[in-house]
Nanobody, 125 residues
């Protein structure tokens, strides 16, 4: 089992910034994917940001490209999401997900076997 704990959510005004982190613990494999998703009320869970295990290759949803940055600290089993220029449409619960069968993030939520509890991000207009 892998446990994921997100932190760093909160309330911010339009144009502001927030930094999320997700710490993995438990039986973490040597190489595994850690990815950020989000879910707004009444919407399906959607991919936000992912990377290769090394963090060298990163990729983003079009809606956040240029504003969000994903990074990893593998010795600490932690993934981060720096969110800048936040917009009201970024309001959602943000989830960290682990795929212990791959070392490269997938954009498909169904591929992930472990999820964090989520952290609320609210952007006021």
């Amino acid at each position: 089992q892998v446990q994921l704990v997100e932190s760093g959510g909160g309330l911010v005004q339009t144009g502001g910034s927030l930094s999320l982190s997700c710490a993995a613990s438990g039986r973490t494999p040597s190489y595994y994917a850690l990815t950020w998703f989000r879910q707004a009320p009444g919407e399906e869970r959607e991919f936000v940001a992912g990377s290769s295990w090394s963090g060298v290759t990163t990729f983003y949803a079009d809606s956040v490209k240029g504003r969000f940055t994903i990074s990893r600290d593998n010795p600490k089993n932690t993934v981060f999401l720096q969110m800048n220029s936040l917009k009201p449409e970024d309001t959602a619960i943000y989830y960290c997900a682990a795929d212990t069968h791959k070392s490269y993030s997938s954009r498909t939520a169904g591929d992930y076997d472990f999820w964090g509890q989520g952290t609320q991000v609210t952007v006021s207009s």
